[in-house]
């Protein structure tokens, strides 16, 4: 029922159990890329090793959030989200106890199926349970202290791989998941959607996870694989996404109404997504190994070399959605984007002889300051593009492109520079990787920024758009993507889908 005040010692609960369930997942995020380089060392890692312990995390989730949204809106959000915060919990107990390669892939994925549940619902319980009046302060202060939660992630994380081990910043997670259970169960109303189909488009959730697992199989593995066979698995790979589209065409309950691409400005702003999002995921994977592996790091200052574009985000974010509130997305979503290509063309710059005040520190810089200006209106774009029934689908189908975007670059990038082996651990094998990768990192964006000019129209008339936070979890200086995709306050909260 929605009627609690955020005023209320119930409602400041509610925001709690929020707040910890995203935190848990945004420092999980936070710690990853920061770990591999020790993980790698300690249990005889090779590059294709790191790829699947970053993409198995995002190829479950992103294959499965749309339905974990589903689930919640028909089972109930708190049963949903509480079972992933347990799932999530789990699942990172096996991370820090992982033995092998293997079996820390294993985990991971795991921990991707569990943020499918808990993701969705985090923000859903905001939705559900406040009186209209107080939806938007409430989910503007999960935000708020989600950015709170993403500043001091790197501290932690990196503290706890550089002085005690990367099995603690998984196991970290047990204190904080216990408490979010007992939260939920203590103070957080269930709430359903109860004209909410009771059919699950299982099928269409098994060819999206078809056809980005064996995508992504073809990519790492390729060079076990040998060249033909990788090109077997990589045609069944597009199969799968052909028969996704085909069943999701035909489905009378689609996990993705195919329809919303019928709309310009929607397709427009997902294909952007999908870009730059591919450009965040690979350029956080390349650039914390490079500052570990070529410069010499500790996992802690790795780890907090991105902390200014946190800051950025929280200081700007806000600012650079009213700005696109005025005067529309078109050029924000066209700057933000070449802004961030050039932050990336700087820190293509950063070798072995590089200082943070000279290399490193000018190019997240200009990176971040890139973030504040396309975040909230990519966001508010994609909403605004959709039928209001549609909201919180539409979300979900950005924050799954993004997140898609990221799996695939983090896959391909290495097989296209030749790395394999323990080339990760070799300054001179992967310093020159890494330049490359930048280099078409900014590609990427600027693409990215053009084709925002190109397709992105502004609304006739300007209302001020409705914002939604991406999902928890997705942090720049993490694993997932953009630290300050979180940030991006509700102006409006997601219309309840009928």
Excluded: K
Excluded at 156 to 171: D, H, K, N, P, Q
Excluded at 424 to 450: D, E, H, K, R, V
């Amino acid at each position: 029922m929605s009627d609690l005040s955020l005023a209320s010692r119930a409602g400041r609960l509610v925001v709690t159990a929020a707040v910890l369930g995203s935190g848990m997942v945004m420092l999980d995020g936070t710690v990853v890329n920061v770990a591999l380089v020790r993980v790698g060392a300690e249990l005889g890692a090779s590059m294709a090793d790191l790829q699947w312990i970053t993409n198995g995390y995002l190829l479950a989730l992103a294959s499965l959030i749309l339905l974990g949204g589903s689930l919640g809106d028909r089972f109930g959000r708190r049963r949903v989200f509480v079972i992933g915060v347990i799932w999530f919990t789990a699942a990172s107990v096996a991370c820090g106890l992982a033995q092998s390669p293997g079996q820390l892939v294993v985990a991971r994925v795991l921990q991707g199926v569990g943020g499918a549940l808990l993701t969705p619902g985090s923000l859903a319980l905001l939705q559900a349970s406040f009186r209209r009046e107080d939806r938007a302060a409430a989910i503007g202060a999960w935000s708020g202290l989600g950015g709170v939660a993403a500043a001091i992630g790197p501290f932690v994380g990196g503290w706890l791989v550089e002085y005690a081990s990367w099995r603690w910043a998984f196991l970290l997670n047990v204190p904080i998941g216990i408490a979010t259970v007992w939260v939920a169960q203590v103070a957080v109303p269930e709430s359903r959607d109860d004209l909410a189909s009771d059919q699950f488009d299982v099928v269409g959730a098994l060819l999206a996870t078809a056809a980005l697992g064996l995508t992504t199989f073809a990519l790492i593995e390729h060079a076990s694989l040998g060249a033909g066979l990788a090109l077997v698995v990589a045609g069944l790979g597009v199969a799968a996404a052909a028969g996704f589209v085909a069943v999701e065409r035909a489905s009378t309950h689609p996990l993705v109404p195919l329809d919303l691409f019928s709309s310009r400005q929607f397709s427009a702003a997902n294909a952007m997504t999908l870009l730059v999002y591919a450009a965040l995921g690979a350029l956080f994977f390349f650039l914390s190994l490079q500052l570990q592996t070529v410069l010499g790091w500790g996992p802690l200052p790795a780890g907090v070399a991105t902390l200014p574009i946190t800051v950025l985000m929280l200081l700007l974010a806000a600012r650079g959605g009213r700005l696109a509130a005025r005067i529309g997305p078109r050029l924000p979503m066209t700057l933000g984007p070449l802004v961030c290509a050039a932050g990336a063309a700087l820190l293509a710059g950063v070798d072995a002889d590089s200082s943070y005040w000279t290399g490193v520190l000018p190019g997240v810089t200009v990176f971040g300051l890139g973030l504040t200006l396309l975040v909230a209106p990519l966001t508010a774009t994609v909403l605004d593009a959709a039928p209001d029934r549609y909201a919180g689908v539409a979300s979900g189908v950005n924050n799954a492109v993004a997140r898609a975007g990221s799996l695939l670059a983090v896959a391909a990038l290495p097989a296209v520079l030749g790395l394999t082996g323990e080339d990760y651990a070799q300054p001179a094998a992967f310093s020159a990787a890494y330049t490359s990768a930048m280099w078409i990192c900014s590609g990427m964006l600027a693409t990215g920024g053009a084709l925002s000019w190109l397709l992105i129209r502004n609304p006739i008339a300007q209302a001020a758009p409705r914002v939604a936070p991406a999902p928890a979890g997705w942090s720049c200086a993490g694993a997932e993507g953009c630290p300050g995709h979180a940030m991006a306050h509700a102006a409006e909260p997601e219309p309840e889908r009928a």
